[in-house]
């Protein structure tokens, strides 16, 4: 199966590093979360990314990725002492999913700019169709019943194939 790709540039990448460099991100293990999307309907709570994020930072590096819609979601994430990066521009924003291991997110176009970019993930479905809409991959798609600990283990099981893949080559 054909999987198109993006390639963010140098000056991409370099933005992407300088920005998780501010919050203090380790790039060997970096998990780029995608909460928000363009629908509030479509979004996983957001208690439960909070949940997820502290259960992937016992091995991982875990950052917030948030957009011009998700600006509210800010100060509950910062309540929680996660880090947060905003309004970060598309290129900067594939240049983090192309660095990070992994990524989860919502039903959006930044989780399939995630994807398109190279970075293996999960991504949460509420209402639309997922055989119709899923990102393409190495993607896993789960439904918005689906428990934190439920998606780490997807995340895991879909990063540490991704990196053997990656070390074979």
Known sequence: MLHPRIEPNRDDLRAAADALAKVRCNLSTLIAIFAGSGSPAKNWPL??????????SERSSVVFILGPAEFAMEKTLRGYELPVLIDSDLGTVAGIARLATGFVGNDSGVSHLAAGAGAPGV?????????RWRPLGRIAVLDQQVTPDEVATA???ISDRHAREKHSR
């Open 47 to 56: 208690d439960k990314f909070a949940t997820l994020a502290r259960i992937l």
């Open 123 to 131: 991504v949460i479905f509420g209402a639309s169709d997922p055989i």
């Open 155 to 157: 995340l895991i099981r």
